[in-house]
């Protein structure tokens, strides 16, 4: 059985693969009947589609989503970026700035998390507080497609990662992304030293003056 971060996680992917390969004129009925199925009825459309052989291989079977994204394959909602991993917007939020901290390696354990992914979480939920002033902001980690992520859930009420999502509008992730993300630091205008002229080398001897 899929858990419900799972199921959420495919539908995220199936939504993406839509966006992708759809008709214009079929993309939001497409979308409308993924979002619709609860967990029983996602993990039959994928049955049927050959998309998995059983819930015991769900995970193994599909392709992971996070690593698509650091591949850029996927697109996202990029709003920050270090060496080690990536933080973009979650596109079926709970709550309004909801993100997530991607490890660019793709890890299964919790362990396994790299400091400067929990250093990248941290930059962020405070730009979130900043922002849109939630009660607070939970960061913790879960796995979907057996890929290590964190959360950086903003709490404005009693918000939980089991509570129901919403698919967000591209017009509204862009603006939240606007918002939130790391403005690049200008370059600082290169300083370039004139070369100091060389000292002369012993004392130059003036002619005698002729009277």
């Known amino acids: 059985m899929l858990s419900p971060e799972q199921a959420e996680q495919i539908k995220s992917q199936i939504i993406a693969q839509i966006e992708q390969n759809f008709p214009q004129d079929k993309k939001n ?18 049955k ?22 650091i591949k ?4 996202s909602y990029k709003i ?6 990536i933080a973009v917007l979650e596109i079926n939020p709970i709550s309004k700035g909801h993100s997530l901290i991607i490890p660019k390696e793709h890890i299964s354990s919790a362990d396994e998390l790299p400091s400067e992914a929990f250093n990248l979480a941290k930059q962020v939920a405070k730009r979130i507080k900043s922002k849109f002033n939630p009660k607070d902001v939970v960061i913790s980690s879960t796995k979907a497609f057996n890929h290590i992520i964190i959360n950086l859930l903003p709490i404005y009420e009693q918000e939980h990662l089991g509570s129901q999502r919403t698919k967000e509008n591209t017009e509204t992730l862009e603006k939240i992304q606007k918002e939130i993300e790391k403005i ?10 004139k070369e100091k002229p060389r000292e002369l080398e012993g004392k130059i001897r003036l002619p005698r003056r002729i009277p």
């Open 184 to 193: 690049p630091e200008p370059k600082k205008p290169e300083i370039i030293e």
């Open 80 to 85: 920050d970026e270090n060496q080690d991993a």
């Open 29 to 46: 009925d497409a979308k409308s009947q993924i979002m619709a199925m609860n967990d029983e009825e996602l993990e039959v459309f994928l």
């Open 72 to 75: 850029g394959d996927t697109s």
């Open 48 to 69: 049927r589609n050959s998309l998995i052989q059983g819930t015991e291989d769900t995970v193994q079977n599909q392709e992971c989503v996070f690593c698509s994204i």
